[in-house]
């Protein structure tokens, strides 16, 4: 990877000489300086990305044994009355505080959805493994469209009235949004100086899986985290009953027909036009990673002989 990538690869701090192992569930055993040994916890820290493959890396988490926090929202943490925790909002030392909770609690994994956490404070953080995964801007849009409809989290049949619907995160430049650390602002407000940010974040992750990309998902996601692969539920938009029987109970029938059928709502050529032109700094991100084969420095292609 080139030099433009990897700031941190130049200058690592001694106390982060274990991010670049393939680290197993919980504990796991890293070299000091001073050539101690010393039992580790590890907490997998997952930037969910919403129809990036993101529900079955959660599930193939639990299907690998780690633990998640006692009470969870598809791994992210809940408070007791299973109101959603904001660990997005934290501060640098909130953040290590939260940590320290996981790490008092066992909890190995954490998926945060609905929000952008402090990625710097994580980074700096040795017991944080950062992952997150992305997929091509126009298709996760579409997957997230027909996903939303057939759910019943949309009304809109047509993408230009999904666009105008209220969404819990907002659908223009969304990796910008989540990478920058702006999901709330203006899309006027957006621009090249957001992009560097989110790319400057994305430098900060141990392992950046692209859908995409040859051998990401297939085999590097569980190298790089000592996972097996397992046969997970992986939350795709066609195919499950409750959702089927979800939309005969709201006698929504024509849409459970063409659910059936597997049929994706119609999408105009303007309307992609239109998309590309709201999310051009999506689509330059994402372009961006592909080519500076951005994988973050604990990806099996990073990693050093033997490491």
């Given at each position: 990877m080139g030099s433009s990538c990897s700031p941190?690869?130049?200058?690592?701090?001694?106390?982060?000489?274990?991010?670049?192992?393939?680290?197993?569930?919980?504990?796991?055993?890293?070299?000091?300086?001073?050539?101690?040994?010393?039992?580790?916890?590890?907490?997998?820290?997952?930037?969910?990305?919403?129809?990036?493959?993101?529900?079955?890396?959660?599930?193939?988490?639990?299907a690998n044994g780690e633990t998640l926090f006692p009470i969870h929202e598809n791994?992210?943490?809940?408070?007791?009355?299973?109101?959603?925790?904001?660990?997005?909002?934290?501060?640098?030392?909130?953040?290590?505080?939260?940590?320290?909770?996981?790490?008092?609690?066992?909890?190995?994994?954490?998926?945060?959805?609905?929000?952008?956490?402090?990625?710097?404070?994580?980074?700096?953080?040795?017991?944080?493994?950062?992952?997150?995964?992305?997929?091509?801007?126009?298709?996760r849009l579409i997957s997230n469209f027909n996903y939303d409809y057939y759910l019943g989290y949309a009304d809109s049949s047509t993408l230009t009235g999904y666009f105008n619907e209220e969404h819990r995160i907002k659908m223009d430049n969304l990796l910008?949004?989540?990478?920058?650390?702006?999901?709330?602002?203006?899309?006027?407000?957006?621009?090249h100086g957001e992009l560097a940010d989110a790319l400057d974040n994305l430098l900060l992750f141990d392992l950046v899986i692209v859908t995409d990309r040859d051998g990401d998902l297939g085999m590097h996601l569980f190298e790089a985290l000592?996972?097996?692969?397992?046969?997970?539920?992986?939350?795709?938009?066609?195919?499950?009953?409750?959702?089927?029987a979800r939309l005969l109970r709201r006698l929504r029938l024509f849409s459970a027909i063409k659910y059936l059928l597997k049929m994706k709502l119609p999408v105009s050529e303007e309307e992609r036009a239109l998309f590309e032109v709201h999310s051009n700094l999506d689509m330059e991100l994402y372009h961006r990673v592909c080519e500076d084969e951005i994988r973050g420095r604990g990806h099996p292609l990073e990693r050093g002989p033997g490491e």
């Open positions: 941190r690869q130049h200058h690592e701090p001694e106390s982060h000489i274990c991010r670049n192992l393939p680290l197993h569930n919980k504990i796991v055993k890293y070299s000091l300086p001073h050539d101690k040994t010393r039992r580790m916890y590890r907490l997998v820290w997952f930037q969910h990305v919403h129809k990036a493959a993101g529900s079955t890396i959660v599930n193939q988490a639990v791994g992210n943490p809940c408070t007791e009355d299973g109101e959603l925790i904001p660990i997005w909002d934290f501060d640098e030392e909130g953040v290590g505080d939260f940590v320290d909770e996981c790490e008092t609690r066992g909890v190995s994994f954490v998926a945060t959805e609905w929000g952008a956490p402090n990625y710097s404070a994580l980074c700096d953080d040795p017991r944080v493994f950062l992952v997150t995964c992305i997929r091509e801007p126009w298709s910008i949004r989540i990478f920058a650390n702006k999901l709330g602002a203006n899309k006027d407000s957006l621009g000592g996972w097996e692969k397992k046969n997970v539920d992986s939350h795709s938009t066609f195919g499950n009953l409750w959702t089927l």
